[in-house]
C-alpha cells in the first residue's frame, strides 16, 4: 500500500509541476500570441515575453510577425501569347495588429492558402499586359506592377510587402532562338549601316580631291594657254626682226605699230 501510494503522490506532484509549467508561456521577440479559450480566439494579441494561461483551457498560439522570404517560379502567357518563366522573391511579415484576425480566418497556414496564390495570380495578371520583347525592355515596369498588384492583393489581409524582386525571366527555347537571329539580324544591319557611312565618306573624300584636281588641272591649262599665246607673240617678233631690213616702212597700221613696239607684254 505504501508502496502504491507513493507512486500516486509522484503521479499528483508531477501533474501539478505540469499545471505549473503550461501556466506560463513566453512569446519570444518578433512574435505575437493569439489567445484561444476552448478552441476560439480571443480579442486582441499577447505581446513579447512571459504571459500567463489557464491550463488545459486556455492556448497561446504563437503567429511569427519577422520578415520572411518567400521564392517562386510560374509559368504565365504574355500578351502575344509566349509561354514565360519567372522567378521572384518576395519579402512581407504579418501585421501584428491583424495576426489574431488572420489566425481566425486562416490558421498558420496562410503562406500557403493566402502568399502563394496571391504571388501567382499577380505575375500571370502582370504577364498578360506585356509582350515578351517588352519583358525584356521594360522589367521594372513589369516587377512594379506586380509588387502593386501582390499588395493590393494581400495588403487587407494583414500583411505587408516589404520588398520584391524578379530574379529570372525564362522563355521558350524557341523564342529564345527567334531573340538570338534577331540580334544577329540586328547586328548586320548595323555593320552594313557602318560599312555605307564608311563609303560615303570615301566617295565624299574622293569627290573633293577631284573637284581640287580638276580646279588645279583648268588653272594649270589656263596658264599654259596665256604662256604659249606669248610665246607665239614672241616668236612671231623674233622672227620679224631677223628678217627686218632696218627699213621702216612708209605705211603701218596702228595695230601693227602696237605690235611691232610690244614684244615685252
Not at 507512486?7 to 506560463?24: H, K, Q
Not at 509561354?83 to 501584428?96: E, G, L, R, W
Not at 493590393?152 to 524582386?165: L, P
Request: hydrophobic content about 40%; aromatic content about 6%.
Amino acid at each position: 500500500m505504501k508502496k502504491i501510494k507513493t507512486i500516486g503522490i509522484i503521479i499528483l506532484v508531477i501533474i501539478i509541476l505540469m499545471a505549473i509549467s503550461s501556466i506560463f508561456v513566453t512569446v519570444p521577440t518578433g512574435f505575437v500570441g493569439v489567445k484561444t479559450r476552448f478552441g476560439k480566439a480571443q480579442e486582441g494579441h499577447v505581446e513579447e515575453g512571459l504571459n500567463i494561461q489557464l491550463p488545459f483551457i486556455e492556448r497561446i498560439v504563437r503567429i511569427d510577425c519577422r520578415t520572411k522570404k518567400i521564392e517562386s517560379t510560374s509559368e504565365a502567357s504574355t500578351k502575344d501569347l509566349q509561354t514565360v518563366s519567372t522567378s521572384i522573391a518576395v519579402n512581407y511579415n504579418v501585421n501584428k495588429d491583424t495576426a489574431t484576425k488572420l489566425y481566425r480566418e486562416v490558421g498558420v497556414e496562410y503562406e500557403n492558402i493566402i502568399i502563394a496564390p496571391a504571388i501567382l495570380e499577380a505575375i500571370k495578371s502582370a504577364m498578360a499586359q506585356y509582350t515578351a520583347e517588352e519583358l525584356i525592355t521594360k522589367r521594372s515596369d513589369v516587377s512594379n506592377e506586380i509588387q502593386e498588384s501582390l499588395i493590393e492583393k494581400i495588403e487587407d489581409k494583414g500583411f505587408t510587402v516589404s520588398e520584391f524582386n524578379i530574379t529570372n525571366i525564362d522563355f521558350s527555347p524557341e523564342y529564345d532562338q527567334a531573340i538570338e537571329a534577331k540580334a544577329v539580324k540586328q547586328q548586320e544591319v548595323v555593320a552594313a549601316r557602318a560599312e555605307l557611312e564608311k563609303q560615303q565618306i570615301q566617295n565624299e573624300k574622293e569627290i573633293s580631291i577631284a573637284e581640287k584636281n580638276a580646279k588645279v588641272m583648268e588653272l594649270q591649262n589656263s596658264q599654259i594657254t596665256d604662256n604659249t599665246l606669248r610665246l607665239k607673240k614672241l616668236e612671231v617678233m623674233q622672227d620679224f626682226i631677223e628678217k627686218w631690213n632696218g627699213i621702216l616702212p612708209d605705211t603701218m597700221l596702228s595695230e601693227s605699230a602696237d605690235t611691232f613696239f610690244d614684244i615685252t607684254d
